[in-house]
């Protein structure tokens, strides 16, 4: 009898914990990526000039995106679903910071990178490395990017990951958002890791 309490006993700790894990991993509607071992700092001078790591964004969470100001549709609904999920949240929305990653040092200088960054929030902040910084981040990153030659050489376009990374309050990797989630999802998990701490 005592054998069978303790072997019911041991069955609901383990339903308890397989549905402690899946919950907690069921609640983000963007893919979980917690505990990678990639994409864990960056070090790249902002459109101000000023260099960033995300030791700088302590306490908030980061939302990194990576694209390019002459994008023609994806990089302006990315950082505009992100700008209305910073709003959805009210007041906790200052607790985000949008990083933009620029995968065409050529053309977006950072005047027209503070312009851009302007069009969506005044507080997001878009990063631009030499060719050479963007490689290596974007392989430590693992995104990828390429120059697709155009008609003239100035009318060329970027091929790019189109995915968000999201990084908690403590600066650790632990989501990644697929284009066209829309601001309602990714607020719901900014929210949830928030909550988290």
């Known amino acids: 009898m005592q054998r069978r309490s303790v072997l019911a006993s041991l069955a609901s700790l383990a339903a308890l914990s397989f549905?402690?894990?899946?919950?907690?991993?069921?609640?983000?509607k963007a893919?979980?990526?917690?505990?990678?071992?990639y994409a864990k700092d960056f070090s790249l001078p902002d459109h101000n000039g000023r260099t960033?790591?995300?030791?700088?964004?302590?306490?908030?969470?980061v939302v990194m995106f990576f694209g390019y100001t002459q994008c023609p549709d994806v990089c302006p609904t990315s950082m505009?679903?992100?700008?209305?999920?910073?709003?959805?949240?009210?007041?906790?929305?200052?607790?985000?910071?949008g990083v933009f990653v620029t995968?065409?040092?050529?053309?977006?200088?950072?005047?027209?990178?503070?312009?851009?960054?302007?069009?969506?929030?005044?507080?997001?902040?878009?990063?631009?490395?030499?060719p050479q910084q963007l490689a290596a981040m974007a392989k430590d990153f693992k995104v990828y990017y390429k120059k697709v030659e155009g008609k003239t050489p100035t009318s060329?376009?970027?091929d790019h990951s189109a995915?968000?990374?999201?990084?908690?309050?403590?600066?650790?990797?632990?989501?990644?958002?697929?284009?066209?989630?829309?601001?309602?999802?990714l607020a719901s998990d900014l929210q949830l890791l928030l909550k988290q701490g």
């Open 19 to 28: 549905s402690a894990c899946t919950q907690s991993s069921a609640q983000f």
């Open 163 to 185: 995915a968000s990374l999201v990084y908690d309050t403590q600066g650790r990797l632990r989501l990644y958002t697929r284009y066209g989630s829309g601001p309602q999802a």
């Open 80 to 97: 505009a679903e992100l700008a209305e999920a910073k709003k959805l949240l009210g007041p906790d929305g200052d607790k985000v910071q």
């Open 52 to 61: 960033r790591t995300l030791k700088d964004f302590n306490g908030k969470l």
């Open 31 to 37: 893919i979980d990526v917690t505990g990678a071992d």
């Open 156 to 158: 060329y376009t970027m």
């Open 103 to 130: 995968v065409d040092p050529e053309r977006d200088t950072p005047q027209v990178l503070k312009g851009y960054m302007a069009n969506f929030d005044p507080g997001f902040l878009a990063l631009r490395g030499s």
